[in-house]
């Protein structure tokens, strides 16, 4: 999997954090989720058909790499931003090496608390 990022997250433990997020979302690594998303987690997948919500870290977890399982060919982060206990991040997952079939997304995070260390609610937008 190919995943690049920006250059403007390095500065910033917490952008870094949430970037790190976004690469371990794409490669489905199921431990590296489990470490960030707190136990009582909400997350919501906002679609064209309406708003699935998860609640818990196993559900959420479960939620979130059912979106990696759509098997990107590689992903690029085009932001990670935060301030406080809120943070967003919006790329793109390349479904094709050719770049024809490009899914951009957006993510807005908020952390459990100032420390940034867990997540406790995402929501997820996918076009």
């Known amino acids: 999997m190919n995943f690049t990022g920006t250059d403007s997250c390095g500065n910033s433990p917490k952008n870094m954090f949430v970037a790190k997020f976004e690469e371990n979302l794409i490669n489905g690594d199921r431990q590296a989720l489990a470490e960030v998303v707190d136990e009582d987690c909400i997350l919501q997948i906002v679609g064209s058909g309406g708003v699935e919500t998860s609640t818990g870290r196993d559900e959420v977890i479960d939620a979130l790499l059912r ?60 076009a």
């Open 67 to 126: 979106i990696a399982d759509s098997k990107p060919v590689a992903g690029h982060l085009e932001a990670a931003i935060t301030h406080g206990k809120a943070a967003a991040a919006w790329g793109q997952w390349d479904y094709s090496s050719d770049g024809e079939d490009i899914r951009y997304f957006s993510h807005t995070l908020w952390f459990r608390n100032n420390k940034a260390t867990e997540f406790a609610q995402i929501r997820v937008f996918h």
